[in-house]
């Protein structure tokens, strides 16, 4: 699970990931507010505790041909509950995780919030296992997988989004700045390790920078507003209804 060095040996990434998902697991107990979730992430982490997600992250880069690409990696539920805090996350909200991996930051969200949530990911395994799991506990629909290249989707209806940027190229956060920039105005998207004002200042204004922990240390998660810059809230509705028309 070393996402700054994709060469590293499969079997250390393993045995490092072990040993610091389980000293981040201790602090993240507080979070497992529900059952459902608690079931969940159980299953999911005995799943995995066999065939780490780590190597099959690796194996499924290294039969593309994407020998230098970038592995797994995840978001602590500290570090996520601080952003959904800051959202102000609810029941009415739908939340979108681009690059979703096993699936554990949409099941929590939905489970902590009761947001409905959709997790897209490339890696089929991942979303195998992760529909199997959400069907024995979340079967009331709130949480959905999409086994798909994040790059074809439709953003236009997309009010929150979440990525973790840490393993992407440069030429990938641009492109996933381009995917983000066909959100609507007054959308959030949030980014760990790719300040999106930078590339694109027309249509992404920093709302939050904050520090997140991560098993690699900390790093910067930003949350940007969509939209033009000096668009005020009150002229959000009629910038997305001239865009309708």
Same mark, same amino acid.
């Given at each position: 699970?070393?996402?700054?060095?994709?060469?590293?040996?499969?079997?250390?990434?393993?045995?490092?990931?072990?040993?610091?998902?389980?000293?981040?697991?201790?602090? $993240?107990?507080?979070?497992?507010?529900?059952?459902?979730?608690? =079931?969940?992430?159980?299953?999911?982490?005995?799943?995995?505790?066999?065939? +780490?997600?780590?190597?099959?992250?690796?194996?499924?880069?290294?039969?593309?041909?994407?020998?230098?690409?970038?592995?797994?990696?995840?978001? #602590?539920?500290?570090?996520?509950?601080?952003?959904?805090?800051?959202?102000?996350?609810?029941?009415?909200?739908?939340?979108?995780?681009? $690059?979703?991996?096993?699936?554990?930051?949409?099941?929590?969200?939905?489970?902590?919030?009761?947001?409905?949530?959709?997790? &897209?990911?490339?890696?089929?395994?991942?979303? +195998?296992?992760?529909?199997?799991?959400? /069907?024995?506990? =979340?079967?009331? $629909?709130?949480?959905?997988?999409?086994?798909?290249?994040?790059?074809?989707?439709?953003?236009? /209806?997309?009010?929150?989004?979440?990525?973790?940027?840490?393993?992407?190229?440069?030429?990938?956060?641009?492109?996933?700045?381009?995917?983000? /920039? $066909?959100? #609507?105005?007054? /959308?959030?998207?949030?980014?760990?390790?790719?300040?999106? +004002?930078?590339?694109?200042?027309?249509? =992404?204004?920093?709302?939050? &920078?904050?520090?997140?922990? =991560?098993?690699?240390?900390? +790093?910067?998660?930003?949350?940007?507003?969509?939209? #033009? #810059?000096? &668009?005020?809230?009150?002229?959000?509705?009629?910038?997305?209804?001239?865009?309708?028309?």
């Amino acid at each position: 699970m070393n996402w700054k060095n994709a060469g590293e040996n499969a079997f250390v990434g393993w045995f490092r990931a072990l040993f610091t998902e389980a000293l981040l697991s201790l602090v $993240g107990l507080r979070y497992c507010f529900t059952l459902p979730f608690l =079931f969940f992430e159980l299953h999911r982490r005995w799943i995995y505790f066999f065939c +780490s997600p780590w190597a099959i992250s690796r194996r499924f880069l290294d039969q593309r041909g994407e020998l230098d690409a970038q592995g797994y990696g995840e978001t #602590p539920l500290v570090t996520l509950g601080a952003v959904a805090e800051r959202l102000q996350l609810s029941e009415s909200d739908t939340v979108l995780e681009l $690059g979703c991996g096993t699936g554990r930051n949409c099941a929590w969200l939905s489970s902590r919030y009761g947001c409905k949530t959709l997790g &897209v990911e490339q890696v089929p395994q991942y979303i +195998s296992i992760a529909e199997k799991l959400n /069907a024995r506990y =979340f079967p009331q $629909g709130q949480v959905t997988f999409c086994c798909e290249d994040m790059f074809s989707l439709d953003m236009s /209806a997309q009010q929150i989004v979440y990525v973790d940027c840490t393993a992407m190229s440069e030429a990938c956060i641009r492109q996933v700045a381009f995917l983000c /920039a $066909g959100m #609507p105005n007054g /959308a959030y998207l949030v980014a760990v390790n790719a300040n999106m +004002s930078e590339l694109m200042p027309e249509r =992404f204004q920093t709302e939050r &920078v904050f520090p997140g922990l =991560f098993i690699w240390g900390w +790093s910067d998660v930003r949350i940007f507003s969509v939209g #033009p #810059p000096g &668009v005020e809230n009150a002229d959000i509705d009629q910038a997305n209804e001239a865009l309708v028309l």
